[in-house]
Structures are given as C-alpha cells and as structure tokens.
DNA sequence: AATTACAGAGAACAGTTGTTAACTGCATGG
DNA sequence: CCATGCAGTTAACAACTGTTCTCTGTAATT
C-alpha cells in the first residue's frame, strides 16, 4: 500500500510539516486569524512565496491543521469510552487519557480550543465536523452499553455531545492549569482531574436515571 | 448619585461607545489578536490617534468589551438558577433566557465564546474572572435550594461550573442556529432548545441522586 | 542523454499597520 | 473673561503585509 516517495516528494511533505509545525508553535500566542503567512515562513527559514505551493491561504493551513489535531484521535476516542470495566475505572481512565493528552500535544489541544469558534469560518468547519464524528462514534460506543437499553437515538445522540463537550472543556483545564508558576502546577491539575472526575460521575448518574 | 456629564465628557463617552460597537462589529468576522486599531478608527470615522484617548491597545478595548458583555449579566444569572418553581420549569425558563439573550445580543455572545479560548491573554483572563463570579453566584443560588442539603461546599461548586459551561455552549449553539439558510433556521433554534433541555434535564437527575 | 516538471528563491508592488509629534478648537474652572 | 485642559486632527515614520512575475536548480520522465 504504502509507495516509497521519492526525494523530490519527501522533500516537499517536509517542509510542508515544518510550515505546520511552525504555525502551531506561533499559535500560541494569537489567533489564526492574524497569522501571516509571511511569519510562518520566515520562522521555517523559507521564501515568504514557498507557502503557495502547499497551502492557498493560511486558513487553508488552519484545515489541515484540524486534520493533523483531531484526525489521529478517533481510536482514542473509542477506547476512552470502551464499555470495558466498572463505571468508576472508565471515569478515571478517561481522565487519565485526556490528561495524558493534553500533556503530549498541548499546542494541538490549544489550537482546537481557540479555534472551535474562531475568527476563520473554514477552520471552524472543520472542527464542527470532525467533533460531530466523534459523537457518532461516542454514540457507538454508548449504545452497546446494556444501560443504553430502551434509549432513543436522539438521546444517545445528546448524551454523546454532552460527553464530548466536556472530554473539550477538561482538556482545556488540564491545559490552563499548566500555565502559571511551576510550584502549584501539579495541585492545579489534580484539583481539575477531581473536579472532572465528580462532573463525570454526576453525568453518569443522570444516565442510570434517565429511563425513570 | 448619578452626576450629569458635562458635554465634553459626554462626548467622550460617545466616541468611546461607539468605538467598542464598531470594534464588536468587526470581530463577527475574525479574532481580536487580529483587530487593528486603524481599522476600528476607520469604521467609526474618527482620527488614528484618537484611539488612544480611550484605549491602551486593542488588548485593552477586549478588556472593557468583556465587561460590557458579561458585566450587566449577573442579575439574569440569578433570575436563570432561582429556585422558585418546578424543576422541569425552571430548566425551561433558564433555556427561554438563554436563547432570548442570543437573540438580543448575538455579537456580545459571539465575542466571548470566541475570546474564552482566543489569542489575548488578559481578555481570557477578564472572560475567566467573570465565568468564576458567575460560578460562585449559581453555587449560591444553589445552595438555597433544599435539594442541596447534605452537599459540600466542593460538590456545590463543581456542580455551578458544569452549569455555566453548559449555558455557554448551550449559547454558542443556538448562535451557530442563527447562521446559515432561513428557512430551516427555526428547526435548528428548536433542535438545539431541545437537546439543550434534555442535557439539563439529564444533569439534574444526576443532581437529585448525588448522595444516593 | 535530453527534456520536462516543479519546489523554492528573489525582487518588486501597492497597501497596510502602530506610534510619535506637534497642532487646533472648544468646554471647563478660576 | 481669560487661562487651562484635553478630545480629536494632521502629517509623517519605518516596518510590515499578501501577491505577482521571473528565474534557478535539480529530480523525474522519456
């Protein structure tokens, strides 16, 4: 499957994720909506006309790094909300998986936290759409749950969004509470992973109760 | 104690006014780490330089608009969680305002969902002291309520959070309702009120069997 | 071995940006 | 009534932006 690109290919793909890596680490610091194309060029050591030949725009940047964020990250998603094990052990093993998350790729993770309602109307898109997939497949994975019994599609379907909403919301307090003096960073984010674990077990009461 | 301004502080304040109105127009269509301060002049027709008289930065405009957006809210806060009627009311009270808010102040309610995550600090750190008031005031109107009994103080507030989290993206949804096609656009409002209340619903029976 | 395709460089463009300085006119307070 | 304060103007600056066109070297194709 996998054909051996040639020097000319591998060259461009490249710089193509050196202009990717780049932009993420200047967006940090500001929104895409005021990333110019000619800083991401300048910050990989390239001519400011490079950039046309991978992307069209730096929105168009902004797409693809929605793709490199969130594309890679439906198997996690599955196995975060896998039916397997007790309530309480799923719990803490989604926070423990979104923590370790956040811990590995918080750029990715900042990027799609400022830019789910950003200023650029493709890049949101974008993100709507690859977050609607993962409450399908959050969906998925509830209804083979036996509590999911007698539910309708619909309300699988809103108790999904509300746990991807808040896996988001979680992993941009891990984030957060990474910020600041080093001294209290880990008591900050223990005190977001018990805060998350409670709001969790709350929503999960909610679902047992649900058919009442 | 409200001391009539003098004509030239009045005028002041006018120009001021309609400096953050220009600038809450532009931001519909992009972020404010990309607002400039030439193209809010230019929109309201006043000089470059007269953008100092007001504002430090930009950064520092973000500031005042986040107390304009959220400042004036805390009373509906506490009308939205107040503990008189049946719960199935109550929630689809807090909903009606919620979606009446969207509606009289669309660009208000677009700015801080797009600015909580943005590109400038200290507008993140204005939208977050403010989300925390907010926490705090639900955690009060909360505790009023005889359901609460038993509850610790931690719980009460983990609780408020995951309600104002709620509101926000609740908010953000029925904008997103807004856009797009006219026709259909009261079957997404509705669609989304609908979700919206059943998530309430859901988080409040996982309310009432906390201390089971 | 000769030809083509194409990633990237270089230079130039018109337009924009934030910030400075010195100014003007008028409401205010003595 | 006059002197002061200050909101807003004008002009100028160096620096920056996205985009176009032309050119170069070299990998890929024939």
């Given at each position: ?17 050196a ?5 993420l ?8 909506s ?14 400011p ?70 200023g650029?109307?493709p890049?949101r ?16 994975e ?15 379907l ?7 909403d808040?896996?988001l ?15 209290e960073?880990?008591?900050r984010?223990r ?12 929503i ?9």
């Amino acid at each position: 499957m996998s054909h051996t690109l040639g020097i000319r290919q591998a060259q461009k793909q490249k710089t193509r994720q050196a202009l990717l890596d780049a932009a993420l680490g200047l967006l940090e610091e500001q929104s895409l909506s005021s990333l110019g194309l000619r800083e991401v060029t300048r910050a990989v050591g390239v001519a400011p006309t490079a950039f046309y030949r991978h992307f069209r725009s730096t929105a168009d940047l902004g797409v693809a790094l929605v793709e490199e964020a969130l594309g890679s990250l439906h198997p996690m998603i599955r196995t975060t909300v896998s039916t397997t094990g007790d309530h309480e052990e799923r719990i803490t093993r989604a926070i423990e998986l979104i923590s370790r998350h956040v811990d590995g790729y918080p750029a990715h993770v900042r990027f799609i936290a400022r830019e789910r309602h950003g200023g650029v109307q493709p890049v949101r898109e974008a993100i709507r759409a690859q977050l609607a997939r993962f409450a399908q497949e959050v969906k998925d994975e509830l209804a083979q749950d036996p509590v999911s019994e007698g539910w309708s599609e619909d309300d699988l379907l809103m108790l999904a969004h509300l746990y991807v909403d808040q896996m988001l919301i979680t992993a941009s307090l891990f984030l957060e509470a990474q910020e600041g003096p080093e001294e209290e960073r880990e008591e900050r984010t223990r005190n977001v992973a018990q805060v998350a674990t409670r709001q969790m077990r709350l929503i999960g009461l909610g679902r047992h109760h649900w058919l009442d």
